[in-house]
């Protein structure tokens, strides 16, 4: 059986790795990964410190050359498309670190994004004000980004991300530094972006509260290979999955 395959028919605009090897000097940090990530679901990837979760990031999004194994954007093969065609493309990834432009306001963060599509300028405004208020942040609009707290200043940046339209959103540890009520907005905000079922959403988080309450599907690694895909259900009571990662923390 395909552990990577989520369950019912795969369709033809899924996001797929296949037996992906990457290696570093001589550390193999992936070995023979394989991934299905499709429209309007949300998978969560976690795994213990340098289990090579940002390693098959920067293989999705193309900053990082593999070794061997196939990576499809709906079929097609993108293994070798620079970074800019994916995002062009529709793969799109949110960075725990590059905050947004602090000297900007709220407006032209988003509206960056936006202007990436391709569209208008007036358009790319409109877009970028609709994206502000379905985040709750249409009253900042016109804020500087480095004058917004903490949790609002990391939905600015997945504003700008959404604003992208992407069909396939990474997002590598968007909780990281939160307090517990950003964390609850930010599961609204990935939840709003599943129920539009017109991007999937790929999770990587060592908050195991949001990804258990948010994914429907858990895929987990270590040591650069994947030892269990499931519901959150079973990945909690995996016995593999507990040694490797979870240990006795109730979730
Ligand atoms: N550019 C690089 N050069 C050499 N080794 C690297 C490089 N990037 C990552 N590694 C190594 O590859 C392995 C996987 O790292 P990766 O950053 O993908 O882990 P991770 O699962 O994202 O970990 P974390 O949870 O700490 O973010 C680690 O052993 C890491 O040290
Ligand atoms: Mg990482």
């Known amino acids: 059986m395909d552990l990577s395959a ?4 795969a369709t033809a605009s899924d996001l797929t790795v296949s037996d992906v090897v990457v290696n570093f000097q001589g ?17 969560g990837l976690i795994g213990p410190n340098g289990a090579g ?14 070794d ?4 499809r ?7 070798r498309w620079k970074p800019h065609e994916r995002s062009r493309r529709g793969l799109v990834r949110t960075f725990q670190s590059v905050l947004p432009f602090g000297g900007l306001t709220a407006l032209e963060n988003v509206e960056a994004g936006a202007m990436a599509t391709g569209v208008s300028r007036k358009a ?4 970028a004000y609709q994206v502000l208020a379905s985040l709750g942040l249409a009253d900042k609009a016109q804020r500087r980004v480095d004058t917004l ?22 997002m590598d540890e968007p909780a990281a530094g939160l307090n517990d009520a950003e964390c609850d907005e930010l599961k609204g905000v990935i939840d709003g972006i599943r129920t539009t079922g017109e991007c999937g959403v790929l999770l990587i988080e060592h908050r195991m509260s949001l990804v258990f309450r948010l994914c429907d599907r858990i895929q987990v690694l270590q040591q650069g ?6 519901t959150p259900d079973e990945i909690r009571l995996d016995a593999k999955v507990r040694q490797a990662y979870l240990g006795d923390e109730a979730i």
Request: charged fraction near 20%.
């Open 6 to 9: 989520p369950s019912g028919q």
């Open 27 to 43: 550390l193999r940090a992936i070995s023979g990964v394989s991934l299905h990530l499709r429209c309007g679901e949300v998978l």
């Open 53 to 66: 979760k940002t390693t098959l990031v920067n293989v999705l999004t193309g900053f990082q050359v593999v």
């Open 68 to 71: 061997s194994g196939t990576v």
């Open 73 to 79: 954007l709906a079929g097609e093969d993108i293994a």
């Open 124 to 127: 790319a405004r409109e877009s």
């Open 149 to 170: 707290p903490f949790g609002e200043e990391r939905r600015v940046g997945i504003g700008r991300a959404i604003a992208m339209k992407p069909r396939f959103l990474l």
């Open 225 to 230: 290979a994947t030892i269990a895909v499931g």
